[in-house]
Structure formats: structure tokens, C-alpha cells
């Protein structure tokens, strides 16, 4: 006999165990796009303890809905061995050029970064970030549902060595802190440069170069790099994105093995 308290038991004790076991951590990172779902898999990889907060239902951010809702994306040479590594099907389309199915990579990466250990939280909103002494030491988080209900529920906060900012066009951790911090990132202006018009080339150089810490133990990749730093839009070309998050788990492993 099938028995209702215990199947409601397993969903809460086991999510509620993992939830618990998060509120400290090595990294945080917020936003389940290509680049944070990369970045979550090689830090995962290596042993970190990273968690990731992701506001919607499913994951992958703006990478399902491929270009203008045609579920293919493209990938150039260089992110070739990205997709290698997260076994993504792809066609060779025109020298240099890969295109693979949006679904088929949302889900590889999903899978992929699930199995290496990255703990993903979906429909919890990172509202707000720990600052102490001019250094990021955590976020502090809430159900997407109150938010978007608008209610007035306090939040909770997670504790964390560093916070890797993946959420995409509105860099929102990275927005948060400037703002709290009374302008001082590591951009030109102190401030967010703000994101430039669409151009591939550069963009997606720029989204690598971009790829850094943006205040101490705050890094950003993906597009939430070009629009701290101030980076034009590429659209669906997705290499940069899968590059930045392989590049920032490089560099936060640095950060990592020097943390005091
Ligand atoms: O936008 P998104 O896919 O970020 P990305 O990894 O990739 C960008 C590309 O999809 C595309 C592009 C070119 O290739 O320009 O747009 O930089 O995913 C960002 C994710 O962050 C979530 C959001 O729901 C999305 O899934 N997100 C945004 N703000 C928050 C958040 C927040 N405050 N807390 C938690 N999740």
C-alpha cells in the first residue's frame, strides 16, 4: 500500500536536509543560464561545495528559447570542446560555425552539472548580498513566489567564501552591491557600465575578458560579465557564455585555495 505521509516526508526531509547543508558553503553562484550551470559543473568537479540559486521554474535561462524561439543555438570553435565535454550533440554548420539543439544542451548541462555535485535550488530569488568590511560573504535569498506575490516575508541568508554573479543581462548581485557599496566596483566608473548593442565578434571576446571579479569574492561571467563591464549583446551564440563559466571556475578556484 502506497502510503501519502510518507511520500510527503521524503520530499521535505531530503530537500529541507540540502537545504540546511547549503547555509554554508565554498561558492554561491545565482543564475541557472549556460554560463553559471558551466561554471557550477567544473567547480563541482573539483570538489567545491557550490550551490546555486536559480529565480525560475526550469533551468537554462535564455538558452531553451534558443534565437527567437528556434530551439538551435550556435557555438564557434572555441566552445566546441564544451560541448565535447557535456557529450551535446552538434552539426558542423559552416567552417568555425557548431549548431546544436537548445534543449538537448539545457538538459546536458543540467545533467552533467547535477551529477559533478552542484547543489541547484530552482524558484529561490537572490534579494540581497552579505557585505562585510568591502568584501562579499554571502546572499541572502527568498521564495520567487513571494517576490513576485510581493509579500512581505523576510528573507534568509546563506554564507558563502564567494558569490559568482550569472544572472545574465541584469547582473542583479552585481547591481545589489554597487548600489550597497556605494559605487566602488572594479569597472571604470565604480558603477555598472551597462550592457552595449548587439555585436557578436566583440561580444564574444569581450564576455571572456569580462569574465572576473567585479568586488572582492563577487565574480561575474556570462552576460551578466559584458553588462557589468560594459560589453555589447551577441544573441544566440552560445561559446562566450559556456567559456565564461568554465573561465570563472578557474579563477575562483584560485581565489579558493588562497581563502583565509
Ligand atoms: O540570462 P541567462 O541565460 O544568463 P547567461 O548564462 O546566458 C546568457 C544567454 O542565455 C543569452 C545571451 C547569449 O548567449 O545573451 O541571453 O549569462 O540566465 C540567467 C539566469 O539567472 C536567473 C534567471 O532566471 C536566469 O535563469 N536569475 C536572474 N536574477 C536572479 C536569478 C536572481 N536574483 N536570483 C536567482 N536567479
Known amino acids: 500500500m502506497i502510503k501519502e505521509p510518507v511520500i510527503s516526508r521524503a520530499i521535505i526531509q531530503t530537500y529541507l536536509n540540502e537545504l540546511v547543508d547549503s547555509v554554508e558553503s565554498d561558492v554561491v ?42 530551439n538551435k543555438i550556435v557555438v564557434q570553435e572555441e566552445g566546441k570542446e564544451i560541448l565535447d565535454e557535456f557529450g551535446i550533440t552538434y552539426e558542423l554548420f559552416e567552417q568555425g560555425y557548431y549548431v ?41 535569498v527568498n521564495w520567487s513566489s513571494v517576490e513576485i506575490a510581493k509579500l512581505h516575508i ?52 569581450l564576455t571572456l575578458e569580462n569574465t572576473k571579479q567585479a568586488f572582492p569574492n563577487l565574480f561575474v561571467c556570462g552576460m551578466a560579465a559584458n553588462a557589468v ?8 551564440i552560445f561559446g562566450g557564455m559556456l567559456l565564461s563559466g568554465k573561465k570563472v571556475a578557474g579563477i575562483v578556484e584560485e581565489r579558493l585555495k588562497n581563502y583565509t
Request: with cysteine; glycine share 16%; aromatic share 6%.
Open 229 to 236: 563591464f560594459g560589453g555589447p549583446r551577441m544573441g544566440p
Open 29 to 70: 553562484i545565482g543564475g541557472a543560464g549556460p554560463s553559471g550551470l558551466c561554471a557550477g559543473y567544473y567547480l563541482a568537479k573539483k570538489g567545491y561545495k557550490t550551490i546555486l540559486f536559480e529565480r525560475g521554474l526550469k533551468l537554462g535561462g535564455g538558452m531553451p528559447g534558443g534565437g527567437m524561439m528556434f
Open 154 to 205: 523576510d528573507p534568509i541568508s546563506f554564507e558563502t567564501k564567494v558569490v559568482i554573479d550569472a544572472t545574465g543581462h541584469p547582473c542583479e548581485i552585481t547591481r545589489i552591491v554597487a548600489a550597497k557599496s556605494g559605487g566602488k566596483l572594479s569597472t571604470g566608473s565604480g558603477m555598472i557600465e551597462g550592457e552595449k548593442s548587439m555585436w557578436a565578434d566583440v561580444a564574444e571576446r
Open 100 to 140: 546544436a539543439n537548445s534543449l538537448e544542451a539545457t538538459a546536458c548541462l543540467t545533467d552533467k552539472s547535477l551529477k559533478a555535485g552542484l547543489k541547484i535550488f530552482n524558484l529561490i530569488s537572490i534579494e540581497d548580498a552579505i557585505v562585510r568590511e568591502q568584501s562579499v560573504h554571502g546572499v541572502v
